[in-house]
């Protein structure tokens, strides 16, 4: 199994920036992709990114150019930097975990509790 930890959420400002954090524990080897949704209420999931192994990356359309992932792997933790924050963003981001690839995030096998950002 593979526990993930999310942190960093908070409130700020529109155009502010926050850093997420997904601490992996357990059998890290079975996270080959690793990846960021994010639920408001009265919304459904939607998938934010996702990084690879190999550290290739795909990004949501709506975040493109302004959120960025990035993983080290010596500390099992994916990140998620996230700059000029709308309201749009207000949302409960969860970490996510795939054993197979960077497909379609209903089959990825782990997920977190999830850390709480509003852009208020």
């Known amino acids: 199994h593979v526990q993930l930890v999310e942190s960093g959420g908070d409130s700020v400002q529109p155009g502010g920036s926050l850093r997420l954090a997904c601490a992996a524990s357990?059998?890290?080897?079975?996270?080959?992709?690793m990846g960021w949704l994010r639920q408001a209420p009265g919304r459904e999931r939607e998938g934010v990114a996702a990084?690879?192994?190999?550290?290739?990356?795909r990004y949501a359309e709506s975040v493109e150019g302004r959120f960025v992932i990035s993983k080290d792997n010596a500390k099992n933790t994916v990140y998620l930097q996230m700059r000029s924050l709308k309201p749009e963003d207000s949302a409960m981001y969860h970490c996510?975990?795939?054993?197979?690839?960077?497909?379609?995030?209903?089959?990825?096998?782990?997920w977190g509790q999830g850390t709480q950002v509003t852009v208020s």
């Open positions: 996510a975990a795939g054993q197979y690839g960077c497909g379609n995030w209903k089959t990825w096998d782990y």
């Open positions: 357990g059998s890290t080897y079975k996270a080959k992709c």
């Open positions: 990084i690879a192994k190999g550290s290739r990356t």
